[in-house]
């Protein structure tokens, strides 16, 4: 099993900037896959970023792409999402996910941390 714990959420006001983390612990995570997801009040949860297990390879969501940057540090068995230039639409609950290499799902899940951006 994999056991995830997001940390860093908090209430920002617009342009200001945030870093989550996630400190994963269990099988050997530095080999998994990671992401980054949220979800806002009422609606569906939506993928934000991923990152590969050899941090050479990073995906985003064209919402946050510019502005998001997702890395890991495999010996902390931690990954990170720092946020810039927050906006409003932002504002979410922030998962931290992690799957089986060569999986199409994501398997293991965060209990999130609320990141709420005011105008």
Same mark, same amino acid.
Request: glycine letters at 10%.
């Given at each position: 099993?994999?056991?995830?714990?997001?940390?860093? #959420?908090?209430?920002? %006001? !617009?342009?200001?900037?945030? @870093?989550?983390?996630? =400190? *994963?612990?269990?099988?050997?995570?530095?080999?998994?896959?990671? #992401?980054?997801?949220? %979800? !806002?009040?009422?609606?569906? @949860?939506?993928?934000? =970023? *991923?990152?590969?297990?050899?941090?050479?390879?990073?995906?985003?969501?064209?919402?946050?792409?510019?502005?998001?940057?997702?890395?890991?540090?495999? =010996?902390?068995?931690?990954?990170?999402?720092?946020?810039?230039?927050?906006?409003?639409?932002?504002?979410?609950?922030?998962?931290?996910?992690?799957?089986?290499?060569?999986?199409?799902?994501?398997?293991?899940?965060?209990?999130?941390?609320?990141?709420?951006?005011?105008?």
């Amino acid at each position: 099993q994999v056991q995830l714990v997001e940390s860093g #959420g908090g209430l920002v %006001q !617009a342009g200001d900037s945030l @870093r989550l983390s996630c =400190a *994963a612990s269990g099988r050997i995570v530095s080999i998994l896959p990671m #992401g980054w997801f949220r %979800q !806002a009040p009422g609606r569906e @949860r939506e993928y934000v =970023a *991923a990152i590969a297990y050899t941090q050479l390879t990073t995906d985003y969501a064209d919402s946050v792409k510019g502005r998001f940057t997702i890395s890991r540090d495999n =010996a902390k068995n931690t990954v990170y999402l720092q946020m810039n230039d927050l906006k409003p639409e932002d504002t979410a609950v922030y998962y931290c996910a992690a799957k089986n290499r060569g999986a199409s799902t994501w398997s293991f899940w965060g209990q999130g941390t609320q990141v709420t951006v005011s105008s």
